[in-house]
């Protein structure tokens, strides 16, 4: 068995995982983080992409709302090229109670949300397709993330500062010492080897899967309640900026602009299972309802793809175990030396994709008051090193620009996302035993109108051409692709989006036979 | 007024059209625009999978059960169907209406089909046959490695081995590009000089005995070319159908415009065919939406002919209701689980379509026909999944002939 050496251990590559293991490498630990698939496969690649201004807590859970709006101010700065500053509003409806907007003022003001009451008319001229019978609007600073690129480059900054990130890496044991953690043992699912990776201290950032972890601890009954949503995305942005129903939270009441398209959510219905998240036709049509009163004609926009990721949530003995839509929203460490007498391990769970490096700082602060250290943490200061080097907050047009610079040298291997073959190549060096789907995360390849028809066999033949894969892995690949496109595809087929379909069974079934091609790997 | 309106301007409306005008008809096709042909792979599948591979898609078309429109068409009728393409269509097709053949896709799948154009005719598989498959570095949408891989991975049909190996030529179609179209490359390649410079490049490069297999791009317009470069080359040259546009279909959809133009078929394109106006049980005329108006065309019958959800003559709302877009016509395959988490290609979404009695006059699901001048052919006819199947040309020649020939006989 190989073996590792390190000072601590985090389980979980979501953006909680790297925000801590960043951190914890800031403060100057040697650390390693493991996750069983890639990085940001899970929640944090699974939601409606808002960056809070904080206006969504400001009545219902004030504390949340104050963090919202630093950690937003304070993550557009360490990552710019991860965010888009689209601004927000928060709508009222025709059939919502006005006075909830004057409670929304109220709370805003009490906790530092920058919040604005403009005109009906002004809204409309900002975002023209939303609902022109709303009576108020306010505008606040809500923003676009894309998850992937904040949890890859917050990776990036922990391994300048020498951790370890080690991919499709599942725990299997953990081991103990007396009334201590000793050590965290891994199984490579590419290679196939185990990793025993022996440590002081085991952070647990699994998300909906902490329970699991805890329990390999010995830690039982770690109850961690997987809040499952649904997103659908439209193709185009319907709106620039975030829109927000002006109400308590509830479900289908926000339609964020991200990339080239515009995602609507979401639900909240407890999931038993955070590995087996379905997308129910009756939520598809609840979110269809529900963009209608934001948009009309909601209803006749394409949808191309949906998605159903799982909260962490808190279990609260304050409200029904069925009620994830109230559970908090907030953060919960839990310090297994009080609870099971074990030092050296630290669950978490709750919390946000907007305040996750506050929320890491926390926990590595806990960490510290165990271990009877004290770092500053830095987080906040240092910015992440950003993929293309820029400085600047993403814009939806920075692909255009920089096709518009090699076009002529270059070929566009997805025209949907405007993505080069050698952006495509240069991730793959990076990841060469990734699947499309891994670099589709980073990449967006696929992720646009006809979800992969032309771009999934051109990026198989590439990776075929240059070498990173055999044809068994390639066609294995170009096949998962495919399967997995269709997962998020079939919940929401209607319209154009069966059209396209059609035309992409014509290329991959009628022209390409790719269901007679010999076998691909079974596990690529 | 004319005696025949046809309404799509796909395989099916192009032949049935140009069959009527042959037949004494005066006819007049609308359309929205240029037919699916052009986005075709460019040869004539008749029944490629059922759902094992096919031998004789003739015999095997015969014992499709109900609802596939082969089971209401005839094996003589698919027969019929095929073999007036490939009259119509003289030297551009080759090949036997009862033998399929396998063709390399450009992922390396072999591929069953039936008729062929001449360029693609020496890629037909059998054993020991060594191919090599040539690419450009400056076209990203065939990747000779891949295929060349998956090609040598599986045996030919007799049960010989398949070598292939591939070669890249850095040869853009436009100076300088570095991201080229096929069409592109085709345009280019009707250009004698061009391929002079291709075969030169090529030739040094082949071994003896092996058959050159390209991307589907050798000319366009030229006729000449294949010929051309085999003689250049010394070596017999295949083309291998990319994703659309389609060279091989659009040299296709060119010649049977030409053929239907030949025969006298009047063309209105560029506008949907809207709603029909009946009196009684027949059809009196077919709108179009033109610019600022509904405009009738009357006619004694009509072939309707307009494709399926593709071309958008059928749609799926976010209720879950599919709809016939051009004349709200009653449609067969409703009433169960439509689409489903199985594979994309095989839902029951794409048998869904309008039905037909043996002559090809649309009914409604209790076999009734509201009209008795309506007929229907190709995409919009229930009961097939053409991509899976490879079925598609075969039933819309199968059924645009029967339709045609009913109208002709006055049935």
């Known amino acids: ?524 | 007024m004319t005696d025949v309106v046809v309404i799509g301007s796909g395989l099916a409306g192009l032949v049935a059209a140009t069959k009527l005008a042959l037949g004494g008809k005066s006819v007049t096709l609308i359309s929205k625009g240029l037919g699916g042909l052009q986005l075709s792979q460019g040869t004539i599948d008749v029944l490629g999978y059922a759902p094992g591979r096919v031998a004789d898609p003739i015999a095997a078309a015969a014992s499709m059960p109900a609802p596939h429109p082969y089971s209401v068409l005839s094996s003589d009728a698919v027969r019929a169907g095929v073999t007036y393409a490939a009259e119509l269509l003289g030297d551009r097709l080759v090949g036997d209406p009862s033998h399929n053949v396998l063709l390399p896709t450009a992922v390396g799948a072999l591929r069953p089909t039936c008729l062929v154009p001449p360029e693609m005719a020496a890629g037909i598989v059998t054993g020991g046959i060594q191919y090599a498959l040539v690419g450009f570095r400056q076209l990203k949408d065939f990747y000779p490695q891949l295929c060349a891989a998956n090609l040598a991975r599986q045996t030919a049909p007799d049960g010989g081995p398949i070598y292939a190996r591939a070669i890249s030529l850095d040869l853009p179609a436009v100076a300088d590009m570095a991201d080229s179209s096929a069409l592109a490359y085709a345009r280019a390649m009707d250009d004698p000089s061009y391929r002079q410079k291709l075969a030169s490049l090529l030739k040094p490069q082949l071994a003896e005995h092996e058959v050159v297999g390209m991307p589907a791009l050798v000319g366009y317009r030229d006729r000449t070319a294949h010929r051309h470069l085999e003689e250049l080359l010394g070596h017999p040259v295949f083309e291998i159908p990319l994703p659309p546009p389609g060279v091989p279909g659009m040299r296709l959809n060119e010649a049977l415009v030409a053929e239907a133009k030949k025969a006298g078929v009047r063309f209105v394109s560029g506008a949907k065919a809207v709603g029909l106006v009946a009196e009684g049980d027949r059809v009196v005329s077919v709108g179009q939406a033109t610019a600022g108006r509904i405009r009738q065309y009357t006619a004694d019958a009509f072939v309707y002919a307009p494709g399926g959800f593709e071309s958008g003559a059928l749609t799926l709302d976010s209720y879950g209701t599919v709809t016939d877009t051009v004349f709200g016509l009653p449609l067969h395959g409703l009433g169960q689980d439509l689409i489903t988490a199985d594979a994309p290609a095989d839902q029951a979404l794409f048998r869904v379509g309008v039905g037909v009695d043996k002559d090809m006059r649309v009914v409604d699901t209790t076999g009734h026909a509201p009209y008795s001048n309506l007929y229907a052919a190709g995409g919009i006819l229930a009961g097939a999944i053409r991509w899976t199947e490879k079925s598609g040309e075969g039933i819309a020649l199968a059924s645009a002939v029967t339709a045609a020939d009913s109208i002709l006989k006055g049935a």
Request: charged fraction near 25%.
């Open chain 1, 1 to 524: 068995m190989k073996t590792l050496d390190v000072d601590v251990v985090v389980i979980g590559g979501g953006s909680t995982g790297v925000g801590v293991v960043r951190d914890v490498a800031m403060r100057g630990y040697s650390a390693v983080l493991v996750d069983r698939v890639d990085l940001a496969q899970g929640t944090s690649g699974r939601f409606h992409g808002l960056l809070h201004s904080g206006g969504r807590y400001v009545v219902s859970d004030p504390n949340s709302a104050r963090e919202c709006a630093e950690e937003n101010a304070i993550l557009t700065r360490i990552q710019p090229s991860a965010i888009e500053t689209t601004g927000g509003m928060f709508v009222c409806g025709p059939d919502d109670d006005p006075a909830f907007g004057d409670k929304f003022l109220a709370g805003a003001l009490a906790n530092s949300v920058p919040a604005t009451e403009i005109s009906v008319a002004a809204a409309l001229k900002r975002e023209p397709r939303v609902n022109p019978k709303i009576t108020r609007a306010i505008s606040v600073q809500d923003g676009s993330v894309d998850g992937w690129q904040l949890v890859w480059t917050a990776a990036a900054s922990a391994m300048e500062y020498g951790a370890k990130v080690l991919t499709y890496h599942k725990v299997t044991r953990i081991e103990r010492e007396g009334d201590t953690v000793s050590a965290v043992i891994c199984h490579d699912a590419k290679t196939g080897e185990d990793v025993r990776i022996g440590c002081h201290f085991v952070l647990n950032c699994a998300g909906a899967w902490a329970g699991q972890i805890a329990a390999m601890a010995g830690c039982h009954d770690v109850e961690v309640v997987p809040g499952r949503g649904i997103m659908v995305a439209m193709n185009h942005r319907l709106v620039n900026t975030v829109v927000n129903r002006l109400i308590h939270p509830s479900d289908g009441d926000i339609i964020v602009p991200v990339h080239t398209v515009c995602i609507i959510g979401t639900t909240d219905v407890k999931a038993p299972d955070p590995d087996n998240l379905p997308i129910p036709r009756e939520e598809v049509q609840q979110m269809l309802d529900a963009g209608e009163v934001l948009i009309p004609d909601f209803r006749k926009a394409r949808a191309i793809h949906a998605w159903s990721g799982a909260r962490p949530l808190v279990k609260d003995s304050r409200v029904s175990a069925a009620d994830t839509r109230h559970m908090s929203r907030g953060m919960g460490i839990m310090d297994h030396s009080e609870r099971d007498d074990l030092k050296g391990l630290l669950t978490i769970s709750g919390g946000k994709l907007t305040t996750y490096r506050l929320m890491a700082e926390h926990i590595v602060d806990a960490m510290e008051s165990q271990l009877g250290t004290k770092n500053a943490c830095r987080t906040a200061e240092e910015p992440c090193p950003s993929p293309e080097g820029t400085s600047t907050t993403y814009h939806v047009t920075h692909r255009l620009h920089d096709r518009e610079q090699d076009r002529m040298a270059d070929q566009i291997l997805c025209e949907c996302e405007l993505l080069s073959r050698r952006m495509f190549t240069d991730k793959l060096a990076e990841q060469p035993t990734g699947s499309l789907d891994d670099l589709r995360r980073q990449l967006r390849l696929g992720m646009g109108p006809c979800q992969g028809g032309f771009c999934s066999m051109r990026a198989t033949g590439v990776a075929h051409e240059v070498g990173t894969v055999d044809i068994e892995r390639a066609t294995g690949l170009l096949r998962l692709f495919l399967k997995n496109r269709w997962q998020g595809l079939w919940p929401i087929l209607y319209g154009d989006q069966v059209r396209q379909t059609a035309l992409d069974n014509w290329i991959f079934s009628g022209t390409l036979d790719v269901e007679h091609l010999p076998e691909g790997a079974e596990v690529v």
